[in-house]
């Protein structure tokens, strides 16, 4: 079973420009995240997806990141304008449709982010 | 409320020691805690979860302790192997309404031969 795809693996930017990381999720997996990992930080949650649709994503900093996936597979998360701390890696992840809170997530290697 | 709260940030066992990594929590409608095992340039997989009708689970040498009253719950590795070098992660969640994944800050464990 392939696992959790993600691109760019590294990304090194200006501030004030943008990017988009994409993730492909395991196979049939419904419920897909995208969590922030600071240098030395566990990873915190921006937004959750089940499906296509929104779950959770009162952690995202609206007025520069976004997230959509469309038909309920791919994901793309966008930054614009990036700040300086927005340096972290991204990580996306999916979760098995009927597992609940207790279902394990599987994790992509993540897309490192740095903001000059 | 929603923090989950991890020590030590950095530990160094010798091979065949016990690694204790320790995790506090404030809310008490968690009622789910796994531990997730990250290896560098990896994402975090999950290692061990305990939920709190048990006080302990063990998994082959990775034991979860879990203490109700104090909110608290530790991950114990027996027999430390270099292999075992990683960073992990103490999290929690409420079960209900599939709510979401609070991690801790992430011990660095190395493990020397």
């Known amino acids: 079973e392939a696992g959790v795809a993600q691109s760019p693996r590294y990304k090194i930017i200006e501030k004030r420009q943008s990017v988009a990381f994409w993730c492909n999720p395991i196979s049939g997996h419904a419920t897909l995240y995208w969590y922030q990992q600071i240098l030395g930080q566990g990873p915190k949650l921006l937004i959750q997806?089940?499906?296509?649709?929104?779950?959770?994503d009162s952690q995202l900093p609206k007025d520069r990141f976004s997230a959509e996936r469309l038909k309920g597979v791919d994901s793309t998360l966008k930054i614009q304008p990036a700040k300086l701390e927005d340096s972290a890696v991204y990580l996306c992840?999916?979760?098995?449709?009927?597992?609940?809170?207790?279902?394990?997530?599987?994790f992509g290697e993540g897309s490192r982010l740095t903001v000059l | 409320q929603q923090q989950v709260k991890q020590s030590p940030q950095s530990l160094i066992v010798q091979k065949g020691g016990i690694s204790i990594i320790n995790c506090a929590y404030e809310n008490t409608a968690f009622d789910y805690f796994p531990w997730y095992q990250q290896f560098p340039g990896k994402g975090p997989a999950l290692l061990i979860a305990i939920r709190p009708d048990v006080s302990e689970k063990k998994e082959g040498r990775f034991t979860i302790s879990f203490n109700k009253s104090a909110k608290q719950f530790s991950l114990h590795i027996m027999d430390s192997q270099p292999g075992d070098s990683a960073t992990y992660f103490c999290?929690?969640?409420?079960?209900?309404?599939?709510?979401?994944?609070?991690f801790g800050q992430g011990t660095r464990l190395t493990i020397n031969p």
């Open positions: 999290a929690a969640a409420r079960i209900q309404g599939a709510q979401k994944l609070v």
């Open positions: 997806f089940q499906n296509n649709g929104v779950v959770d």
């Open positions: 992840a999916s979760r098995k449709p009927g597992t609940g809170s207790t279902g394990e997530l599987f």
